[in-house]
């Protein structure tokens, strides 16, 4: 289920690359919310978010 969301964020067109790989970091605790770049942080977030994750946003 988890792949389904990733394949739908990667192919959204309004989504930047960079915040699909920052999401999967923080998912996977290699990086902290606070790692991500702020141009990047609300798109991050949203994706998040949408995963479910939205508790790793703060």
Do not use: H, W
């Not at 790989?21 to 996977?28: E, M, R």
């Not at 605790?29 to 702020?38: A, H, M, N, R, Y």
């Amino acid at each position: 289920m988890l792949c389904q969301f990733f394949i739908k964020i990667l192919f959204r067109k309004e989504v930047n690359e960079m915040a699909v790989v920052y999401a999967t970091l923080i998912i996977k605790g290699k990086k902290s919310f606070e790692d991500v770049p702020d141009r990047i942080k609300e798109q991050v977030k949203a994706i998040l978010v949408d995963l479910d994750c939205g508790d790793l946003a703060q």
